[in-house]
C-alpha cells in the first residue's frame, strides 16, 4: 500500500530552512502570480477552492525527496496545493516518491526529518488556524 501522510500546509513556503518548494516554478509567489494572470488557471483553483470545501483534498498532493540534498518538493499538485493556501487549510494529504529514474510512489514512512519534523504527530500539531 502507497503511504499517505499529511503535512502542514504553512511547510508549502518560499521561506525558511524547512519547507516544499515547488518544482514547475522558482517559488510559491511566482506560481500565485501566474494562476493568477492566466483565466485557465485561476479557474481551476478556484474549482478545486470549492470541491475542497464540499468533500475535502481527494486526491493526494505529491511530494518528492531528492536522494543527494534534503529538499522536498510538490511533483504533482501545484493547483491543488495553491488552493489549500488560499483557503488556508490546516494540512494537507500526500503520497511520495524519491528523485531517482522514474516515479514509483513509496511504501515507506516519509522522511519527517528532512523538513524538521519528528514525524506524522508532529506535522498534524504544527497547524494555524482555520474553520475546518
Known amino acids: 500500500m502507497k503511504y ?3 503535512m502542514p500546509t504553512l511547510l508549502l513556503s518560499d521561506d525558511g530552512a524547512h519547507r516544499i518548494a515547488p518544482t514547475d516554478f522558482k517559488r510559491w ?3 500565485l502570480r501566474q494562476f493568477d494572470r492566466r483565466r485557465k488557471d485561476r479557474a481551476k483553483v478556484d474549482e478545486l477552492k470549492e470541491l475542497i470545501v464540499a468533500q ?3 486526491k493526494p498532493i505529491l511530494l518528492c525527496v ?4 534534503p529538499d522536498v518538493y510538490v511533483s504533482d499538485g501545484h493547483h491543488r496545493a495553491v488552493a489549500l493556501m488560499e ?3 490546516l494540512t494537507f494529504p500526500f503520497h511520495w ?3 531517482r529514474g522514474g516515479v514509483r510512489i ?3 514512512p516519509f522522511p519527517y526529518g528532512l523538513l524538521g519534523l519528528d514525524g506524522p504527530a508532529q506535522a498534524k500539531s504544527k497547524k ?3 474553520w475546518w
Open 4 to 6: 499517505r501522510g499529511q
Open 29 to 31: 509567489k511566482d506560481a
Open 56 to 58: 475535502g483534498l481527494q
Open 66 to 69: 531528492h536522494e543527494k540534498y
Open 87 to 89: 483557503l488556508g487549510a
Open 97 to 99: 516518491h524519491y528523485i
Open 106 to 108: 513509496e511504501r515507506n
Open 128 to 130: 494555524r488556524s482555520i
